[in-house]
């Protein structure tokens, strides 16, 4: 079956500009993840989902970064006034319903590599 | 301190050999990760692992939660498996919230 899909694969922009990335999860895949890829960082958690809901929105970097996911399903990231230090591989990753102490294995997405100029 | 330690952080190894990357970590944890991460590729899960060992293929992952230490071993390796290795945990009673290792480069040579 499909796998998580992201688009676009790569998004360059001006400093300042507002950007939109988009995640379309596995079907039926209750959990979303957002997650950062930096050079040099490595992997961070930005936020979850389970549902429409957004538990943990911990991992957000400033209040310029804001998630929404309608109908359980698609999600998008939203970087508002985009600065050089957003550059970076935003990864979506999906899994099955996590039910309390049940912890499932995440499939990621192929990333949004964003370019801030 | 990152709560999520690997070594080594480089690896080149000819083809055939075997393979051993290592993860620490410092806090308690509920379960452990190991991704794989091609050049220019997307995020694979390998193993989700919370005690003992666990094979697949040319692949075992092995943890002790005592130690806080898990190994990635890789047998008879080939040049496809030249990737990114990472280590991630559930810590803190979080069954979704991954932290991650900075990731080993693993390149075989033919």
């Known amino acids: 079956g499909a796998g998580v899909s992201q688009s676009p694969s790569n998004k360059v922009t001006e400093k300042g500009k507002d950007v939109e990335l988009r995640c379309d999860p596995i079907?039926?895949?209750?959990?979303l993840y957002w997650y950062r890829q930096s050079l040099g960082q490595g992997l961070e958690f930005l936020i979850y989902f389970q549902g429409n809901s957004a538990p943990d929105k911990s991992g957000l970097p400033s209040d310029r970064f804001s998630a929404e996911r309608t109908g359980g399903s698609v999600s998008t990231l939203t970087i508002q006034r985009t600065q050089q230090e957003d550059s970076a591989v935003y990864l979506c990753?999906?899994?099955?319903?996590?039910?309390?102490?049940?912890?499932?294995?995440?499939?990621f997405g192929p990333g949004t590599r964003l370019t801030v100029l | 301190k990152n709560e999520v330690e690997q070594s080594p952080q480089n690896l080149t190894a000819q083809e055939g050999e075997f393979i051993t990357i290592n993860c620490s970590y410092s806090?308690?944890?509920?379960?452990l990760h190991w991704l794989q991460q091609h050049p220019g590729g997307g995020i694979v899960s390998l193993f989700m692992l919370s005690s003992g060992k666990k094979k697949h293929g040319r692949l075992i992952a092995t943890i002790n939660i005592q130690e806080k230490h898990s190994s990635l071993h890789i047998t008879a390796s080939h040049p496809r498996d030249s990737a990114v290795y990472i280590c991630?945990?559930?810590?803190?009673?979080?069954?979704?919230?991954?932290?991650f290792g900075k990731g080993t480069l693993l390149t075989v040579n033919p």
């Open positions: 079907s039926g895949h209750t959990a």
């Open positions: 990753a999906s899994s099955p319903f996590l039910a309390g102490g049940h912890y499932n294995e995440q499939f």
């Open positions: 806090v308690g944890i509920s379960a």
């Open positions: 991630a945990v559930n810590s803190g009673g979080s069954n979704y919230k991954l932290t």
